[in-house]
């Protein structure tokens, strides 16, 4: 696969002459083209505001109003619309996300570790992720940015960064109330106030109300699950506190009060006794049991399960961003301050036992400081900053096992296993056990960071950017059974304290030709900290701390605008070497539950090519299309038990994978219009572990939305109705490997087919 990414870069280079030539006469500024033509995107990826088409970065950028028009659910779903992003939902829907750009992300379901994605309110890192999770409403726009982000950024990513920008208060009163219902007991009401408080102050305050019965049947009791009870708010502020001084303030929050998300069991074990493996058909046809002899009901999705699923999350967030302005430069503080309350009780073994339950329960704070000094003269813009944060979170997580057998196992002896109490298994084979382990996280974080872009002539500029990272962290674990019968039995006390420090940098070159074109190449080198494995361990052995990865990224791309501004193309290719790549997965070892691992691979690698094109072919009328191709490998990587996973595909990384969308808008009659849009996704094969096991894996698929509606040309109503996964597509979100405990994986489901309404009113 070398071959082809240096042939498609080499293309890319091609191509570049011949389509800038047609490009070469002065274009019409923006300000002044007509209406149909594109509109220029304008993006903060760099801390400036730049249109989308002047940044020599490969960003993805959706504004507010497209983002409604995609109809997404929450900042899962962007997934759909950029080429290269893939979300996966480890501990199913509501819960933390995992995110995974050009192949790079961590699938580790521990709230106490960060995946190289970073994702940012406004100008506020998200630090835990189980916080990372968000209603998509009332937003200027999101912007990712792709490869590693440190020279301009506080907190530092080896793989990119989500980036969602909140709609500012407004000069003039503004409101908004948008209402939804849908199949499956849907409804969502989002509603926005923004307007003046004073000649100084202006305010903005927002809510999205999400509910749902759930599109989940469980045949134990008939109830549906799957449902949805969440409420997001924030509130604004702009301040002028003088010429030279501004404010932004925000307040942000969450609170999930919902049923736990289903899985679907998925047996690994033969019908005839629950003790033989299956074959891979047998496994992915339901042809299979668990180890008490469960198969999972026909039906993608009908559920047999019997514990009470339940998910609470409160989260909040406050924000003081202050900028004084200079002859010449700037000076911008950003205060931010993160709190994060989780219970999450799940039914692990997604069966009608009591085989496997888990409790995770976490709490999180952080205070975060970045100072940035920014200027511009003539051809050179500068930044500097400083970044610091403390964060702390702990987590409190339980694990019962097999407590339906302990009745039977108490009857073998009763002296020698008081309430069925048997860890080693001795009694009848399988181990029960109630498990409880508390860990507490302690990470600081220093930072010094900078970059200049620098215009050699009109049609040549340089960047170079510098960081200088340091991250210390302090960890301490408790693990031991909690047992009724005979009180708390410890298991280990572990303790231990890790300081990671590195030096990252950024190379790049743009050639501007014309306005609106632009051939860009970098390489960037990145750097994510170490870490502890904050899982279920049941031996301090099982304990070993990992090591802080590094990527060295390299990307060569075209940005341009065609057809006198009715066509936009751009087009990346990319190349990332990592060292050490932080590695998620599951192996069994001398406890009675197979454990969790956060390892290190010796080397890894991620390539491939993204095209974005969109078009204004006729009036009213607006076509996207996005296409990635992606080829990972991983490089020298064994596990603690032996396994060689050399050479497998990383997580989360499809070879093909595609976006598009059309939407054509024309009058209707009198004072309104109509609009009718489509779009798409595709996502090839794709594997949850890093075995790339064909049971845990999802084949390739489509997805397709639809929506028609009409508004009036004042903007001031409009209605449409909808439709979501247009052919019921049944497809795996994410799942687990947990055949070793219980004799089966854990699937995590993907919404079905959907039908539904949409009124709002603006003034």
């Excluded at 699923?309 to 003081?320: F, G, M, N, V």
């Excluded at 009058?667 to 996704?681: I, K």
């Amino acid at each position: 696969m070398y071959r082809f990414v240096l042939l498609l870069s080499a293309a890319v280079l091609a191509l570049a002459p011949s389509v800038l030539a047609q490009q070469a006469a002065p274009e019409t500024p923006v300000e002044e083209e007509a209406t149909n033509r594109l509109s220029t995107v304008t993006i903060t990826a760099q801390k400036r505001e730049q249109s989308l088409q002047d940044v020599g970065i490969s960003v993805t950028a959706y504004t507010g109003e497209q983002l409604n028009d995609a109809n997404l659910s929450d900042s899962n779903d962007l997934a759909r619309l950029v080429p290269g992003l893939n979300i996966g939902l480890p501990t199913g829907a509501g819960n933390q996300p995992a995110i995974f750009l050009r192949g790079i992300g961590l699938n580790d379901f521990a709230t106490n570790n960060l995946g190289p994605v970073g994702v940012y309110v406004d100008d506020l890192f998200i630090s835990s992720p189980g916080a990372q999770v968000m209603q998509v409403f009332d937003l200027a726009r999101v912007e990712v940015l792709k490869g590693p982000q440190g020279t301009l950024y506080g907190r530092n990513t080896t793989g990119g960064a989500i980036k969602f920008v909140t709609a500012r208060p407004t000069e003039t009163v503004e409101a908004g109330l948008t209402g939804q219902y849908a199949e499956f007991g849907t409804t969502k009401l989002t509603a926005f106030l923004s307007g003046p408080i004073s000649s100084a102050v202006r305010g903005r305050v927002a809510f999205e109300k999400n509910d749902s019965d759930g599109y989940i049947k469980n045949r134990f009791d008939g109830s549906d699950a799957g449902g949805t009870d969440n409420l997001s708010f924030r509130g604004l502020l702009d301040v002028d506190f003088s010429t030279s001084l501004s404010g932004e303030f925000g307040l942000y929050g969450s609170v999930v009060e919902q049923p736990g998300p289903r899985y679907r069991s998925q047996g690994a074990l033969s019908a005839l006794d629950a003790a033989t493996p299956c074959d891979t058909p047998a496994i992915i046809a339901n042809d299979c049991v668990n180890v008490l002899g469960f198969q999972n009901p026909e039906g993608f999705y009908t559920v047999d399960q019997n514990t009470p699923a339940r998910l609470d999350a409160d989260s909040y967030a406050a924000q003081a961003k202050l900028t004084w302005d200079f002859d010449g430069f700037s000076i911008t503080s950003i205060t931010g301050y993160q709190s994060l309350e989780k219970v999450f009780l799940e039914d692990s073994d997604a069966s009608p036992a009591n085989i496997l339950t888990v409790q995770y329960g976490v709490e999180s704070e952080d205070l975060s400081e970045e100072i940035q000094i920014a200027g511009g003269q003539d051809r050179l813009n500068w930044l500097l900053g400083g970044f610091y944060s403390n964060s702390t979170l702990d987590q409190d997580q339980r694990l019962d096992l097999y407590k339906t057998l302990r009745p039977l196992i108490e009857s073998v002896d009763p002296q020698a296993y008081p309430d069925g109490f048997d860890p080693a298994g001795a009694a009848i084979g399988v181990p029960a056990l109630d498990y409880r382990t508390v860990n507490s996280l302690e990470t600081t974080v220093y930072a010094f960071f900078g970059q200049a872009d620098y215009a050699f002539t009109e049609k040549w500029r340089g960047t170079l950017g510098l960081r200088y990272t340091k991250e210390d962290r302090d960890f301490t674990q408790q693990a031991s059974f909690d047992e009724a019968a005979l009180g708390v039995i410890p298991l280990f006390d572990f303790s231990d304290g890790q300081s990671d420090e590195e030096v990252s940098w950024k190379l790049g070159l743009d050639y501007l030709p014309y306005e609106g074109g632009l051939l860009y190449a970098s390489v960037a080198n990145g750097f994510k900290g170490g870490g502890y494995n904050g899982g279920f361990l049941f031996d301090v052995s099982e304990q070993k701390p990992y090591d802080p990865e590094t990527v060295t990224a390299y990307e060569v791309g075209l940005k341009t605008d065609l057809a006198d501004g009715l066509a936009r193309l751009n087009a990346a290719v990319f190349y990332n070497d990592y060292s050490d790549m932080q590695i998620f997965t599951i192996v069994s070892g001398g406890g009675p539950v197979a454990y969790q691992v956060l390892d290190n691979a010796a080397n890894a690698v991620t390539q491939g090519a993204e095209i974005e094109l969109t078009a204004l072919p006729a009036e009213g009328l607006n076509l996207s299309l996005g296409l990635a191709y992606l080829d990972t490998e991983l490089k020298d990587y064994q596990t603690d038990s032996g396994v060689d996973f050399s050479g497998n595909a990383l997580v989360q990384a499809p070879e093909w994978s595609a976006n598009g969308m059309a939407r054509y808008e024309r009058p209707l009659f009198g004072a309104l219009r109509y609009a009718v849009q489509v779009d798409f996704s595709f996502q090839d094969q794709v594997y949850f572990t890093s075995d790339n096991a064909e049971p845990l894996s999802q084949d390739a698929y489509w997805l397709w939305n639809a929506q028609v509606g009409v508004e009036s040309n004042s903007g001031r109503w409009h209605a449409a109705l909808f439709a979501k996964n247009v052919g019921g597509e049944a497809y795996y979100a994410h799942g687990f490997d947990l055949v070793d405990t219980i004799g089966a994986n854990q699937l995590m489901l993907g919404a079905p087919s959907q039908i539904g309404i949409e009124l709002g009113i603006n003034y």
